[in-house]
Nanobody
Framework: VQLVESGGGMVQPGGSLRLSCAAS????????MDWVRQAPGKGPEWVST????????YYIESVKGRFTISRDNAKNTLSLQMNSLKPEDTALYYC????????????WGQGTQVTVSS
């Protein structure tokens, strides 16, 4: 099983980044997918969820209207479009998979760093 994130980097406030997560080794379409971030010195913070078929999406209040989660079950990929980035969005971003209705994650990626700074 692998979840491999990409697309992180350094961007100025107000900029955009698109994160991707490539999944393999499990039935991607059967799992709800999340993005979780961890800022330096802080605990993990849930950012967004997309359900198995992509029909439902959920966001933490602080990113609503700025971030968009999406998935392509044919390509086993998850994405997070991040616009109007703020310094407080700086964190290591992980994609994670869990069965519908399950609280704990079955699989995690290794993370991709997002740094928002002028």
């Amino acid at each position: 099983v692998q979840l491999v994130e990409s697309g992180g980097g350094m961007v100025q406030p107000g900029g955009s980044l698109r994160l991707s997560c490539a999944a393999s080794g499990f039935t991607f379409s059967s799992y709800d997918m999340d993005w979780v971030r961890q800022a330096p010195g802080k605990g993990p913070e849930w950012v967004s969820t997309i359900t198995t078929g992509g029909g439902n999406t959920y966001y933490i209040e602080s990113v609503k209207g700025r971030f968009t989660i999406s998935r392509d079950n044919a390509k086993n990929t998850l994405s997070l479009q991040m616009n109007s980035l703020k310094p407080e969005d700086t964190a290591l971003y992980y994609c994670a998979a869990k069965k519908p209705g399950q609280y704990e994650y079955d699989y995690w990626g290794q993370g991709t760093q997002v740094t928002v700074s002028s």
